[in-house]
């Protein structure tokens, strides 16, 4: 899988112009983008890449700024959005928490938002869907079935196009117990191809746990080799999810 620039998934794309993209989709900006806006969108950019490829001092530092940027607005639904970047970026990393920030803004917080973020959280409504950002409403339907993961329905996963929504929806998954190891294999080889080492690290943990479940020692010790080689780049230790 090529490299990407880092990834939004929407939410974050939100702040530069003021409306719903990628966790929450794309938007023209006809004028130029006002200065909040780009300092948001750069912080959020480099929040994002830190946080998933381990470096905590980044990421918290250049959260905290997008949240100083996009506070100058006054506008809740503005920084729930950057409440659930932060969140999502969680999910996909197997960190099932909840979303605090976000929920002392979500009686200011649009439907959309609420929506996104119950979705987070493994929890989808027939009506919710339609409000979810669009890659993402083909896992949440799955989701809403209780079927999702299983073998015909990972072509949906694969269909993301966006490496860290496709994290994300296969974090979701898991967290509500729909797991499935080709589900796994997927957000293994995105998290690997796009160098983020903490989803890695996470992800590998998990098939490693499944294949010792199943009894398969030879790949449990593969996996473990394969966990030893990131952490040998100074890659966070992992929190078991």
Partial sequence: MKRHKTHLDGIGRVLLAGCLVALLGACAVNPPPLDWQM????????????????????????????RRETARTGDATLMARAELLRCATRVA?????????????????????????????????AQS?????????APASRLLSGRAGSDGDVAVLVGIADPLAQLVAAGVWLQAGQGHPAVMVVAVDTASAQGWSRPLLAWLQVQARHAELGGDAAEVQRLRRRMELVLSAGAPVVIKP
């Fill in 39 to 66: 300092n948001a969108r750069s912080a959020a950019e480099r929040a994002v890449e830190a946080y998933l490829s381990g470096n905590n001092r980044v990421e918290s530092l250049e959260f905290e700024r997008m």
């Fill in 93 to 125: 990393s197997l960190m099932f928490e909840p979303c605090d920030r976000f929920e002392a803004l979500r009686p200011d917080a649009a439907l959309p938002e609420r929506a996104y973020a119950d979705y987070l959280g493994g929890r989808v409504t």
């Fill in 129 to 137: 869907i339609a409000l979810l950002p669009a890659q993402h409403q």
